[in-house]
């Protein structure tokens, strides 16, 4: 029996009406304010092998969760018994309006300013995501007593994207990131694995509409889509900055520029986000003190200064030493400065016994010295 029919064989028809369904959306659009939503069966065949050679090729780097999980990620009965369909939600995040129109080059000058990818400007998107996900499933088991659901963002074996583009919430694009035609990419997804199957009421499949565009590929600092639609994680600034925890590899740091949390590039530069809606979402409004701070204002932070502004903030979870190192890579990729050489040699001799930070001070010290 193949995984098609093992999984077919588990999905069982209900009673859901078009008119449940339809105070459920409302409830989610209106109540929550969630941009989007959708449902979808748990047939995820079709990206099993793509994700299976991502594997085999080593472009999940070292996130070895990724694999741990084996098969659980690509068939929700699996990770969640008894599951029937997947609802999958949008939430769109970009807190203010972007210009498009030259940002190809603000992206490549050198800059005193830190870049902080956008989504990580307010609070954390687990924690709001999360909440409304768990309403709108609570108000789910109102409608439908028998209802038994767990919710997801971003926190378990879950193919998120493919599931919400399987919903019609999307397609995914050449930078693998999910698209909407309207809302551009700027938001979040998030699932609910369900016992009732509600995927009758999946919308229609979005064409990809990407086209002859390179225009993610091109703009990649380091060259991390490999191919249409495929990330290397190794050289992906999002991965270097975030997820990786030790030295950042020596062939990337120029490239990396001012990025000191995550990268926007790809999307920044996409054609389809520049009409992406400003979030309804208050708490995805930029924190002041995160939002075009100067590098050297960052780079003398306290550990404590570190972890109160960024309560509550994706950003924590990186922790004070990440932190630093991706700050003193900036520095040293900054526009040449006296005041940088200084704060970096002070911070030598604050860090004299780290030698992870103490290899990226050097080399910032490094850098600017090359400046003069």
Known sequence: MNLSQTVLKTLNSNSVSLEQWNSIKQFALTTLGISDISATDCLLDQYIPKYQEWLQQGYHADLDYMVKHGSKRYTPHELVADTKSVIVVRLNYLPQAYCFKGIRKTLSTPSENAAISVYAHGRDYHKVLRQKLSKLSDFIQSVFPKHSARVFTDSAPVLEKPLAEKAGLGWIGKNSNLLHPVDGSFFFIGCIYSNLDFSAFAQSPITDQCGKCQACIKACPTNAIVNNKVIDANKCI????????????????????????????????CPINKGAPVTAESDFLARAYLSNQSLMDLAQWSEQEFLKKTEGSAIRRIGYQ?????????????PFSKEIIMLLEKAKQTHVSNALLLEHINWGIQQQMAKI
């Open 322 to 334: 990440a932190w630093l190192r991706n700050i003193y890579i900036a520095l040293g990729n900054a």
């Open 238 to 269: 999002s991965y270097l900055t975030i997820e990786n925890k030790g030295m950042i590899p020596m062939q990337y740091r120029q490239a990396i520029g001012n990025r000191i949390y995550g990268c926007d590039d790809c999307q920044l530069v």
